[in-house]
């Protein structure tokens, strides 16, 4: 088994680029971590999906991490996995499921890449549910799609009327369609829209 010393980690369920790691987050400094050699295939299934993973894995790992400030008994399943390209950190539960996803500093992945081109790659039975992840918005923009769109089903009638004219320049009586063309814009076209309703959803949210 190989391993990476004094790392950063930060444990999200949806994976997120280190240069979208936010100041308050609950940054891991790891100790000791094994590193996993495995085929592309199965490290893009665990960065993106709910999967589940054999228990072979699991054995290979439990407990074979150190960690700075935390008890390995609350990071029992903790792993770095790389393909020879890239790499993550992961952390699974006693079945198998992925809890939490990471990616590293670049220097510190760098270093897991290197390390990796002297491993041999292993092979891990994985159940994979779903892969379900928007590639080209950043954390910040999918927090603000998820805003919009908690705020705009809550609005009533004059509200989104008056959001719905404000977008699109023209009138619409009929809320389902209103909410339908603003849910299809917010999830089609981020990047025309997103600002404009945005900006209005934080004013009337500081006004209430």
């Not at 994976?15 to 050699?37: A, E, G, M, T």
């Not at 990796?116 to 999918?142: A, M, Q, Y």
Request: net charge negative; with cysteine.
């Amino acid at each position: 088994m190989s391993y990476i010393y004094d790392i950063l980690a930060n444990f999200n369920s949806c994976f997120f680029d280190f240069y979208d790691w936010n100041l308050d987050d609950d940054i891991v400094h790891i100790k000791k971590l094994p590193i996993l050699r495995v085929d592309g295939s199965f490290l893009h299934s665990v960065k993106y999906g709910d999967v589940r993973v054999s228990s072979d894995l699991l054995d290979k790992i439990y407990k074979r991490s150190d960690f700075f400030k935390v008890s390995k008994n609350k990071f029992c399943y903790v792993c770095s996995l790389c393909d020879g390209c890239e790499a993550i950190i992961v952390r699974f539960d006693s079945k198998g499921c992925v809890i939490g996803r990471s990616s590293m500093l670049i220097d510190e992945e760098n270093e897991v890449i290197d390390i990796c081109d002297g491993l041999d790659k292993c092979s891990f039975d994985i159940s994979v549910s779903s892969v379900s992840f928007d590639f080209f918005k950043t954390r910040h923009e999918l927090s603000i799609n998820s805003f919009i769109l908690d705020q705009v089903k809550s609005m009533d009638y004059d509200k989104i009327s008056y959001l719905y004219f404000d977008c699109f320049d023209e009138y619409e009586s009929d809320v389902k369609k209103i909410l339908s063309r603003i849910i299809y814009e917010v999830d089609n076209n981020f990047d025309s829209i997103y600002g404009k309703i945005y900006d209005f959803l934080k004013l009337t949210s500081i006004n209430k």
